[in-house]
C-alpha cells in the first residue's frame, strides 16, 4: 500500500479544494472529519466514497483502534487512503487532527432519502433558516434541529453552504439522519409550508421585538418556524409571509440572544408542549 507523505501531491490538493462552496458544487463532494463522524456514518450504513486516515493518531485510543479495524474490514482498499501527519492536517479543519477524514458525495443525503429512512411520528416543527451566514450557528442549529425531531430544515439562498466543514464539525453528524433543503426560494418554501400544515399555513418568525412570547403559542400543530440572519435580523421576504412574530423575553436591557441559542429555546419549548399534550 502507498502512503501519501506530502500535502503537494495532486489527489490531495484536489480534496483541499472541498474546503470551498465552488470546491464541493463543482465536485459534488464534501468532507466530514473524525472518527465520531465516520463511526456514525458507519452505523447509519452510509459508506464514503474515500476515507484518508493517520494509524497512529487514530490508535491514541481504544476506539479508533476499534474503528481503524472497522474501517478496514468494512471499505476496499482503494477506497482507504493511509496518509502522513503532515497530510492529514493539511486536509483538516480543526488544529489538531483526530486522524480520519472522510469523502462524501452530497447526494448522499438527498432530503426525501433521508425522511422515507425515518420512523413516522408526528413532527410539528418545520424549521427555516433565513440567511444564517455563521458556520458554528448553522451547524449548532441543525444539531439542536435533529436532537428536537423537527420535521425538516430549509434553508434560503443567504444561508451559509450546509456542507462547510465548520458546519458539518458543528452539526456532529445531523447531516446524516436530518432531512436539510438548502438554496430555496421563497416561492418553494411558502408550498413546502403549506403543505407541512395541511393547507393552513402558521409561519411564526423570531423576531426580537415582537410582543408575543414563544411559550405562549400553541406549538403542538403543524407550523414553521423562521429564524433571520445574525446581524440583519430577519429578511423583508420573511417579514411578508410571517403569520406571527414570536419573542423570548429578556432580562437586564440584553437584546437579544445567539441564533442557535434562540432557536434551541424555542424548538424545546415545541418538544415540552408535545410530550405534555401526549400522543394526538
Same mark, same amino acid.
Given at each position: ?15 483541499r ?6 470546491g464541493?458544487?463543482e ?11 465516520l463511526?456514525a456514518?458507519?452505523?447509519a450504513?452510509?459508506?464514503? $466514497?474515500?476515507?484518508?486516515?493517520q494509524? %497512529?493518531?487514530?490508535q #491514541?485510543t481504544?476506539q !479508533?483502534?476499534?474503528? =481503524? ?25 480543526v ?6 477524514i ?5 447526494d448522499?443525503?438527498d ?9 413516522r411520528?408526528s413532527?410539528?416543527?418545520l424549521?427555516?433558516l433565513?440567511a ?21 430544515v ?18 456532529a453528524?445531523?447531516?446524516?439522519t436530518?432531512?436539510?433543503e438548502?438554496? $430555496? ?5 411558502? %408550498?413546502?409550508?403549506t #403543505?407541512?400544515?395541511? !393547507?393552513?399555513?402558521? =409561519? ?15 406549538l ?11 446581524a ?6 420573511a417579514?411578508?409571509r410571517?403569520t ?9 436591557h440584553v ?12 424548538l ?13
Amino acid at each position: 500500500m502507498t502512503v501519501i507523505t506530502s500535502p503537494s501531491n495532486p489527489r490531495i490538493g484536489k480534496l483541499r479544494n472541498l474546503h470551498t462552496t465552488r470546491g464541493r458544487r463543482e465536485s459534488g463532494l464534501f468532507l466530514m472529519e473524525g472518527p465520531h463522524l465516520l463511526e456514525a456514518l458507519f452505523d447509519a450504513e452510509v459508506l464514503p $466514497l474515500e476515507v484518508y486516515y493517520q494509524p %497512529e493518531l487514530l490508535q #491514541r485510543t481504544a476506539q !479508533g483502534s476499534t474503528l =481503524l479495524a472497522r474501517l478496514l474490514e468494512t471499505l476496499s482498499p482503494d477506497s482507504c487512503v493511509e496518509v502522513s501527519e503532515r497530510v492529514i492536517e493539511a486536509l483538516g479543519d480543526v488544529q489538531t487532527s483526530q486522524g480520519v477524514i472522510s469523502v462524501l458525495p452530497i447526494d448522499a443525503f438527498d432530503s426525501q432519502h433521508l425522511r422515507e429512512q425515518r420512523m413516522r411520528v408526528s413532527r410539528p416543527v418545520l424549521l427555516i433558516l433565513d440567511a444564517v451566514s455563521d458556520p458554528g450557528n448553522m451547524g449548532t442549529i441543525l444539531r439542536t434541529a435533529l436532537a428536537a425531531d423537527v420535521a425538516s430544515v430549509l434553508l434560503t439562498s443567504g444561508c451559509v453552504d450546509c456542507y462547510n466543514p465548520k458546519v458539518v464539525r458543528a452539526a456532529a453528524g445531523a447531516h446524516i439522519t436530518l432531512p436539510i433543503e438548502s438554496n $430555496l426560494s421563497w416561492s418553494t418554501i411558502e %408550498e413546502k409550508v403549506t #403543505r407541512h400544515c395541511a !393547507g393552513n399555513p402558521r =409561519l411564526l418568525l423570531a423576531d426580537a421585538d415582537s410582543p408575543h412570547f414563544y411559550y405562549e403559542q400553541d406549538l403542538t400543530q403543524p407550523f414553521a418556524l423562521i429564524i433571520g440572519n445574525e446581524a440583519k435580523g430577519p429578511s423583508r421576504e420573511a417579514r411578508q409571509r410571517a403569520t406571527l412574530t414570536i419573542s423570548i423575553p429578556l432580562a437586564n436591557h440584553v437584546e437579544s440572544l445567539n441564533a442557535a441559542m434562540a432557536t434551541g429555546i424555542m424548538l424545546y419549548e415545541a418538544v415540552r408542549q408535545k410530550r405534555t399534550s401526549g400522543p394526538r
